[in-house]
């Protein structure tokens, strides 16, 4: 029996079937990557608080501004992750997604044991840090899992954070359909499902997370599985999108939920089958140069030159001027070329830098704040329940539609036609801005619309912002910058959410409640708001039109053209090495022939 690898040629059964192919896969670099998108498809359970903040509401008796603050320390803990950046700088991934896993356990299942009378109820500063510490263990993943495999694939890096960016966007809905299907309607019971789960899938792949030497090999350059995945990825959020929809309309059975959740799992481990037939195609492949003659005879170490000649060049890489005499201070004000290597505080205060973290502010801060408040949206412009739910799920489909998009799209037009990152950040915030006006406005029925663009837009901003990092700064300290980036979400956040929406939208309820009761109806509630924040994100845009300008020549180069050179020098010295040891073994053989011993 033979199986067909889907190139010419054909494999036994039992090679399929063997231990020895099964290690393969699992030390696979496209293995890896499976493993990348289940701890990303896992580590979302920030985006789901909404379903769960009702018990801690009840449960503990906390006000709305109690909750509020929750909230808060949540958001910081999903998005300050500076900590794993540095811990992932000394050690390898592993490390880091054993400690997310750790603090994912720890964090959400004290909030479990407390929403569910189990401990005495902890105070609120201890709830808080709880949740930070529960929500701090996605920022662990993220850098395990995501900037692993940006190092790993860096002529694709647009593409990979967008696809495991994308998987992380579609995490909450698919929480929601396991939490269904195994504790029915016990939202309770969903805060231990993601205490748990998350910590056993990244404990599951913690060895098969690893950094793989890049090469410029035609099989490592392969980028085609990337599509593969981002189909499968599709095919899955279309199908939570129906269910979402269709479970908010017709009253589900427990075995309807157990189907649709049994389909997601189905969904998330088809690119299971695309990894085994990449790696069948490099099988068949070995096979065939086995069956080729070699092209090496044993007489070449009679005209080879001396192996001492071969080595020489080996040691360059060690002739690199010292800068330990120059001033840590000094140095952080003298940056390398763009691209090159930056050090963390090099990069730090460099402008690029404060430029992206301003545009960030600007950008993810307003969509953020829209889809914060887009509850209360709905309610101060009078659409039923039903519509309100229909947008938070079009918002998280529309947030994965948008990772996976500026990803893909921005590394096409990139590699095809040096259309540079930065204006596709430009545009996405100029979409935005439309988004935000629709709001302010109330425009009849356009809310269906608007939350579709800010989801879009809020989801695009993630993987354009993460490519532009380790594209300009380089890939040396790309856990830490990576984490430095996501900041500005916070930052923005709070001065975008709290400090004009909720200010805003409380000054609006007392004047039509004469100060009785802080429910707003009426276009009043956001306008002024929105038009801020319009207004702030229009100037995001102009700011980032400045990093366009000073990046324009960068972009215009071939950015990835130093990663070829670097693998091609490094399989160049590699077959060296073995060049010297074929030449040795030849030499050793001729001197073993019969009669060798006797001659002279």
Known sequence: MVFAGGTEGALPMRQILSPRFSVQVIRSRWFMVFACLLIMAAAGATYIFSIYSKDIKKELGYNQQTLNTL????????????????????????????????????????????????????????????ICIGANSQAFANTGALVTCVKNFPESRGTVLGLLKGFLGLSGVIFTQLYLAIYGDDSKSLVLLIAWLPAAISIVFVYTVRYIPYTSSVAARNTKPFFWFLYISIALAVFLLIMTIVQKVVQFSHSAYVLSAFIS?????????????EEIKVLIQRNKEFEIPPTITIETPHTAPSPLSQASPLPKPEQKPSSKGISCITNMFKPPTMGDDYSILQALVSVDMLILVFVSICGLGGTLTAIDNMGQIGQSLSYPAKSINTFVSLISIWNYAGRVTSGYVSEIVL????????LALTLVLL????????????????????????????????????????????????????????????????ILN???????????????????????????????????????????ALVSLLLVWRTRKFY??????????????????????????????????????PGSENKG
């Open 71 to 130: 909230s808060f320390f949540k958001d910081v803990g999903t998005n300050v992750g500076i900590l794993s950046g540095l811990i992932n700088e000394v050690t390898p991934p592993w490390v880091v997604l054993a400690i997310g896993a750790a603090m994912n356990l720890f964090g959400y299942i004290m909030i479990y044991l407390a929403i569910t009378g189990r401990i005495a109820a902890p105070r609120v500063w201890m709830m808080c840090l709880y």
């Open 265 to 277: 799992t189905l969904f998330l481990f088809l690119p299971l089958g695309v990894v085994i037939k």
């Open 415 to 422: 590699s095809k036609y040096k259309f540079p990152r930065p």
């Open 431 to 494: 979409l935005s801005c439309v988004g935000h006006l629709l709001i302010a406005f109330g425009v009849p029925q356009s809310l269906y619309l608007a939350s579709v663009i800010i989801g879009f837009c809020f989801g695009a901003q993630w993987p354009l912002l993460f490519a532009i990092i380790s594209e300009v700064f380089g890939l040396k300290y790309y856990s830490t910058l990576y984490n430095f980036g996501s900041v500005a979400s916070p930052i923005g956040l709070y």
């Open 498 to 540: 709290v400090r004009v929406a909720g200010y805003l939208y409380d000054v609006e309820a007392r004047k039509q409640n004469a100060g009785k009761d802080l429910t707003c109806i009426g276009v009043q509630c956001f306008k002024l708001s929105f038009i801020i924040i319009t207004a702030v994100t229009a100037l995001g």
């Open 556 to 593: 215009g180069g071939d950015i990835y053209a130093k990663f070829r050179e670097s693998a091609t020098a490094e399989m160049t010295t590699v077959e060296s090495v073995n060049m010297e040891k074929i030449e040795k073994n030849g030499v050793n053989e001729k001197q073993k022939e």
